[in-house]
C-alpha cells in the first residue's frame, strides 16, 4: 500500500505544477547541477534561499538590501545587489566575489558564458555591462538604449547574448558577442517582458508581466509564441532545468515558485534494442553539410550524455541529456546554424566516455 501511495506522488509531483510558498518576493531562479539544487534570490527578504530535490526550502545566504539576477558558474552563486555582484561559495556559502559597478542604478539580472564573462543588465540605466568574474574588471558592454533591459542569456550556439525588455510592446535584442552590435530580433505583442531562458532544443521561454504567462518561440522567432504557463503572478526571471526539462518561474506577485514539466521532443530515435557494449560511431556523412547522423550504443540503463564541442573545446550544444534503455541510437544533428570548420562531439555514460571528430563543410 505504501509504494502505491509513493508512487501517485511521485507521479504528481513530476507531472503537474509545483509551488512552494517559502519565499518572500521571488525574483530569480537558477539551478546548481553537481549539488542537485535550485537557488532563488528573494528581493524582500534579501535572502538567497536553496530548494532540494524533495522540496524543501531553507536559507542559504542572507546577502542584504535588495537582491535580484542569480546564476551558477564555477562553482559560486553570483547575485545581483542594488549597484553590485555578490558571490558566494556553493560548499561554504562564503562571499567570495564582491564587485560593486560604478556608474550603475539598478543592477537587475545576469549571465556568464564559458569563459566566466559576466553580462549584467542596468535596468533603469539601460545599458549592459561586462564583468570578467577571473579579476572582477568590468565596463560599458553596450551603452544606454531606448528599452529598459531586463533578464538576459547567453545563447553560446550563436554567440550571442539575448535580452528581453520591460515596458510596452516590449522587444527581444540581441547582441553580437564578436563585435557587441547591438540588434533588434522581434517586437513582443506583450508588455513588461521579465525572464528568458531556452531549453535544450532551443527553443526561447520568455515570462511577461502583461499576460501573467511564460511564451515560448522558436530559436529563429519565425513562428507565432505558445503559451506554456499561464495565470502567474508577475514571473520574474524565469529558468529552463535542461536535465529535467523543467521550466523554474518565480512569482513575484504571490511569493510562490511554480515548477512545470516541458514536454520536449529528444530529436533522437532507437535503432536497436541491442547493444553489446557502450560505444560511439563515427558520424555520417562526414564531412556533411548541414546535418549529419551520430550513432552511439549503450549496454546498460543509464543516463547519457551527448555534447558538441567546437576546435577549441568550447560546448556549443547539448543533443543527449538523459536515462536511456539499453539499445543502439541515432541522432540527426542539424548544424544550419554553425559555420563550417572542426567540431568534436563526446559521449558519457556509466563511466564511458569517448569523444570523435567530425567536419562541417558549407
Not at 562564503?94 to 564573462?117: H, P, R, Y
Not at 550563436?158 to 510596452?168: D, E, V
Not at 552511439?296 to 543533443?319: H, P, R
Not at 554553425?338 to 562531439?345: A, K, N
Request: charged share 15%.
Amino acid at each position: 500500500m505504501r509504494s502505491i501511495l509513493f508512487l501517485i506522488l511521485a507521479i504528481i509531483f513530476f507531472g503537474s505544477n509545483i509551488s512552494y510558498s517559502q519565499y518572500s518576493s521571488p525574483e530569480s531562479i537558477t539551478y546548481d547541477t553537481t549539488g542537485k539544487r535550485y537557488f532563488i534570490s528573494n528581493t524582500s527578504s534579501s535572502k538567497i534561499v536553496q530548494r532540494d530535490r524533495q522540496g524543501n526550502v531553507t536559507d542559504f545566504v542572507t546577502v542584504g538590501g535588495s537582491i535580484h539576477g542569480v546564476t551558477v558558474h564555477n562553482g559560486k552563486v553570483y547575485v545581483c545587489n542594488g549597484t553590485r555582484v555578490r558571490g558566494y561559495d556553493l560548499n561554504s556559502a562564503l562571499e567570495v566575489f564582491n564587485v560593486v559597478i560604478s556608474g550603475s542604478t539598478f543592477l537587475n539580472d545576469l549571465a556568464i558564458d564559458n569563459s566566466g564573462m559576466m553580462y549584467v543588465s542596468d535596468f533603469n540605466g539601460r545599458r549592459i555591462y561586462k564583468v570578467n568574474t577571473n579579476n572582477s574588471e568590468y565596463w560599458i558592454y553596450v551603452p544606454a538604449t531606448t528599452n529598459q533591459p531586463n533578464g538576459v542569456y547567453v545563447d553560446a550556439p550563436r554567440n550571442r547574448l539575448l535580452i528581453c525588455c520591460w515596458g510596452g510592446s516590449a522587444p527581444v535584442k540581441a547582441v553580437n558577442l564578436a563585435d557587441s552590435t547591438i540588434s533588434n530580433i522581434i517586437t513582443t505583442p506583450y508588455s513588461n517582458c521579465d525572464g528568458i531562458s531556452l531549453d535544450r532544443n532551443d527553443n526561447v521561454y520568455i515570462s511577461t508581466w502583461g499576460i501573467q504567462s511564460v511564451v515560448r518561440y522558436d530559436i529563429n522567432f519565425a513562428n507565432p509564441p505558445v503559451i506554456v504557463a499561464g495565470s502567474l503572478s508577475n514571473p520574474a526571471d524565469i529558468y529552463v532545468n535542461r536535465i529535467t526539462d523543467t521550466l523554474a518561474v518565480p512569482n513575484a506577485g504571490n511569493s510562490t515558485v511554480g515548477l512545470f514539466h516541458l514536454d520536449i521532443p529528444t530529436g533522437i530515435s532507437q535503432v536497436s534494442g541491442i547493444a553489446n557494449s557502450f560505444e560511439l560511431h563515427q558520424n555520417y556523412p562526414n564531412p556533411f553539410n548541414p546535418s549529419t547522423n551520430l550513432e552511439f550504443g549503450i549496454s546498460d540503463l543509464g543516463f547519457v550524455s551527448l555534447k558538441i564541442y567546437d576546435l577549441l573545446g568550447k560546448e556549443v550544444t547539448t543533443l543527449v541529456n538523459e536515462v536511456l534503455s539499453p539499445g543502439t541510437y541515432k541522432y540527426t544533428f542539424d548544424a544550419s546554424d554553425l559555420s563550417s570548420g572542426i567540431y568534436y562531439y563526446k559521449m558519457e555514460a556509466e563511466g564511458f566516455s569517448e569523444t570523435k571528430r567530425m567536419t562541417l563543410l558549407k
